[in-house]
């Protein structure tokens, strides 16, 4: 059984009589007008909270599920070429959405990612699967995800998302610092 999200209620003196409710990072926000009753909060809120958790993704896909996805995802953008050893889920990724080591041919995802749509995630595996065959960002690493359809719009999700919560764009410069690339 999955744990209910924190849920923050929001009261404004200009809203006059609608409610809304979105997620942001993990927990439900209820927009109200400040007038409404601790009754009325009572009776509202659970209905929005329950709509806004009905419309969440499924759960996030399993390490094994990653893998086969990536394997899936080079085949079809990469020619098959790249072929990680593993790709799991991280939760200590607040500052990055992934991150590839090319020497062990491991592939790291934020956790932060798995509840954005499929072509957000998929553009992030496609962007570690390329740095397997091209460790920097240079031309060569540009034609290869050059071949990923949806690059400038899951960008520009991510970007949204970044600047939705009040932080600078998160930089796809993911190279662990123990794989430095070539200059």
Aim: charged share 25%; aromatic share 4%; proline share 8%.
């Amino acid at each position: 059984m999955q744990a209910q999200p924190e849920v923050e209620i929001v009261r404004s003196a200009r809203r006059r009589s609608s409610l809304s409710a979105t997620m942001v990072e993990g927990r439900v926000v209820v927009r109200v007008p400040a007038h409404l009753s601790k009754k009325e909060l009572d009776t509202l809120v659970p209905r929005l909270v329950q709509r806004v958790l009905a419309k969440q993704r499924p759960a996030a896909r399993s390490d094994g599920e990653l893998l086969a996805r990536s394997l899936a995802l080079s085949k079809r953008y990469l020619g098959g070429l790249a072929r990680p050893a593993g790709v799991r889920w991280v939760s200590n990724q607040q500052r990055r959405w992934g991150s590839c080591t090319p020497s062990t041919r491991q592939i790291r995802l934020s956790e932060r990612l798995s509840g954005m749509p499929q072509y957000v995630i998929d553009y992030v595996l496609v962007h570690e699967l390329a740095h397997l065959l091209q460790p920097d960002h240079g031309s060569g690493f540009k034609a290869l995800m050059a071949g990923y359809p949806h690059a400038e719009r899951a960008q520009a999700f991510l970007d949204g998302v970044s600047f939705g919560s009040g932080l600078p764009p998160i930089p796809m410069d993911d190279l662990d610092e123990a794989d430095p690339a070539p200059a």
